[in-house]
């Protein structure tokens, strides 16, 4: 099986690595070209544009940004059409519902077979191949590619024959996520507000009740206040929260806490925190209660 791979970044350059190493034949794109050069050094196929990528391969994988950023390179720049038909595209991007509608009509229009597979899982996981894959499609299709997703991930969860389907499951997992930043962060700055240090308090909680990876990855970051590099940038965060609260009113599902953390988002990126981790959320209830920061960074006040 040929793979073209586009998008080489934090998450994409493991993801492709790791199917190198299990014998795969990859071209690969990047818009900088640092990321394609070291997997070339690998045994890659270096490739100057998408549609360069897409040329000659049976199933094309996307893991890009966002909905802009994805349509300028699937789209514009060429890659749907250099495939071939029966060819599959695997979006594992976290992209907008609309967006996972219009990638299908298109494929289908080209004679192209459509999949979109988000994952669940930092950096860390990604480099370790055990992601969680939320995938939605036709089954056939979805069988044909399931041997790269056993790559990839420790289980791949099918969602439906509707691409969109995984896309909604991604959106509502990333709003649980937003949401445990967001209590983690008002938590602490509670206890420390009341002279306990929310260091403590976030050991705590993460060591006994709250004893799961969201939590005790983003606690030990907002513990430490150390926001670099970033696993999951905010301004994605805030992308998510953003297409979470489409989601639902497009099915008429009230989000209020999503709301919330839509306007504690905005406070992060006004501040110009938006390439920062995402538990630089953290800063927004410290802000908001006039602590300072604690460990970390210092207590400048940005």
Known sequence: MNIGFLGLGTMGAPMARNLLKAGYSLRVWNRSRGPVDALAAEGAA??????????????????????????????????????????????????????????????????????????????????????????????????????????????????????????????????????????????????????????????????TIFNTPAYTGYGGAISKQVFEPAGFKLALGAKDVRLALLAGEAANVPMPFASVLRDSHLDSLAHDEGQLDWAALSRVALRRAGLPRGQGEGNDES
């Open 46 to 207: 270096p490739t100057a544009s998408p549609a360069q990528a897409a040329l000659g391969v049976d199933v094309l994988i996307a893991m890009l940004a966002d909905d802009d950023t994805s349509r300028t390179v699937l789209c514009d720049g060429g890659a749907l059409h250099a495939l071939t038909r029966g060819a599959i595209v695997v979006n594992m991007a976290t992209v907008s519902l609309d967006f996972a509608r219009e990638m299908q009509a298109q494929c289908e229009t080209l004679g192209l077979r459509y999949v979109a597979a988000p994952v669940l899982g930092r950096v860390n996981v990604a480099e370790a191949g055990k992601l969680n894959v939320l995938v939605a499609g036709e089954a056939s299709v979805i069988d044909t590619v399931q041997p790269l997703f056993d790559v990839l991930g420790q289980r791949t969860w099918r969602f439906g024959d509707t691409p969109e389907q995984a896309n909604v499951v991604k959106l509502a997992s990333n709003f649980m996520i937003a949401s445990a930043i967001e209590s983690m962060s008002e938590a602490a700055a509670l206890a420390q507000g009341h002279g306990v240090a929310g260091s403590d308090f976030l050991e705590m909680v993460t060591s």
